[in-house]
């Protein structure tokens, strides 16, 4: 007969159970209270996910670890939904929120789970299953960019944050899709997988990280890994209804993250609660020699203030954030959220930023700026795309970029090289990143006063 604690978390799991309001995307699975535990295998977990339309990532990765670490695993779940699809294939035809699935790759991520979880020395993310956004090099398996650019590129080595995550015995299911080379804010952008949010089919999942946002959102993944420059992580985390995180620049390694705008470019998780992102940014985190821009301060427990009383935190709202050309409906919620907070005990204060009227502009000359400088390697001759039209070396050059980049590449490119050519450099970039240091340096003086 079951186990007491295996009866308990058949309830966790309805009371965290969310109704089904993934319109056609995520069916509302019926589960029975089994009369015996079965010894669970991650091998078949994961194969589960990747073959059927069972709902198993629908749970939090919290959830997740008692019956992955316990080793038994109540009978609810369906191992495979009513046509046998594999759910991946099944839902993500529709979604398109990944551009590679890894499914041997799982497989055996998951064999070398179960020897951890066997010997009892599993971690708390051990066994669960990730997407990888495709701008983040992993070892062997094709990181794209979502451009035609690097349609066949395959990486001789992993990033910093694979290798960590590998070290926590992740389960990889593939690489997520993205707008091009992380330029945009829809992934609608992206040469392979146009992805759409889970929500509503009709709408886009936001970007640049959109297919790492709608595969957690859609549960075909348990979390996934994003990158952040401009908001990247953040806005498709709230158009997908989960959560993003990017943390503070230098806290996590960005080493093997193909780079857009290297003084912007985070790499963050994305969940389905805070909880989930700070196991996930426990593991990712710290000091990398690979990586000189990576932070020496040691990384703190970030699950170690979840849920504790909040009573006298101050909470910023600055007035421009409110100013013209904010929606309603943003507005009122946002500042429900804070009243809320206010409730718990948070104090609200107002304050100004002035400096954030010019961000915009900054922001895009910055990246744009870097971007040009950073994509300038790929020409066709040392790798990426190479065209088969081109009689002279600055043919071939010119064909090889004009058919590997997209239109919004393209514009970003010109956008940039035009701000660092002779006789513009100061008048924008330099502008631009004069602003940046300013607001940067007062809001640290602010922070030590």
Not at 58 to 75: A, M
Not at 342 to 367: Q, T, W
């Amino acid at each position: 007969m079951c186990y007491y604690e295996n009866t308990l978390y058949l309830i966790i799991i309805f009371h965290q159970f969310t109704i089904n309001v993934h319109s056609t995307i995520i069916d509302l699975y019926v589960f029975s209270l089994p009369d015996t535990c079965h010894p669970f295998s991650i091998q078949v977990y994961i194969s589960v996910l990747i073959n059927s339309g069972s709902g198993l990532t629908k749970l939090l990765i919290g959830i997740l670890n008692y019956p992955i670490h316990t080793g038994y695993l109540p009978t609810i779940l369906q191992w495979t939904d009513n046509n046998g699809k594999r759910r991946i294939a099944k839902y993500d035809d529709t979604i398109q929120s990944y551009i590679t699935v890894t499914a041997e790759r799982a497989l055996a991520d998951a064999a070398a789970a179960q020897k951890k979880i066997d010997a009892g020395n599993a971690g708390v993310l051990c066994g669960i299953p990730m997407a990888i956004k495709d701008n983040i090099c992993t070892d062997g398996i094709k990181t794209t960019c979502a451009s035609k650019m690097l349609e066949d590129f395959i990486p001789p080595y992993n990033a910093t944050v694979m290798e960590k995550l590998a070290a926590q015995d992740i389960v990889m299911l593939g690489k997520a899709s993205m707008d091009e080379f992380a330029m945009g804010g829809s992934t609608q952008t992206s040469a392979f997988a146009k992805t759409r949010n889970p929500f509503n089919t009709e709408c886009v999942p936001g970007g640049s990280s959109g297919g790492s946002a709608a595969s957690v959102s859609a549960s075909l993944a348990a979390a996934a890994l994003g990158s952040d420059t401009g908001g990247s992580i953040r806005q498709p985390a709230a158009f997908c209804g989960v959560t993003g995180l990017k943390p503070t620049y230098g806290r996590v390694s960005r080493y093997g993250l193909v780079a857009f705008a290297s003084s912007l470019d985070q790499i963050g998780p994305i969940a389905k609660n805070a909880q989930d992102c700070a196991w996930i940014l426990n593991a990712i985190a710290g000091f990398d020699p690979h990586d000189g821009t990576s932070s020496k301060r040691n990384p703190e427990d970030y699950t170690a203030k979840l849920g504790k009383d909040i009573k006298g935190l101050k909470i910023a709202i600055p007035k421009e954030f409110y100013a013209e050309g904010i929606d309603d409906e943003v507005r009122n919620a946002v500042m429900q959220a804070a009243r809320t907070y206010e409730k718990m005990g948070a104090e609200l204060v107002e304050c100004s930023m002035p400096s954030l009227k010019y961000a915009v502009a900054a922001y895009y000359l910055i990246a744009s700026a870097e971007a040009s400088s950073n994509l300038s390697r790929y020409d066709g001759i040392k790798y990426g795309h190479r065209s088969k039209v081109g009689d002279t070396f600055q043919e071939l050059i010119c064909n090889s970029r004009s058919e590997g980049f997209g239109s919004e590449v393209k514009r970003r490119i010109l956008l940039g090289n035009y701000a660092l050519s002779s006789g513009y450099y100061d008048a924008y970039y330099g502008k631009a990143m004069a602003l940046k240091q300013r607001a940067v340096g007062k809001a640290r003086a602010e922070n030590y006063h």
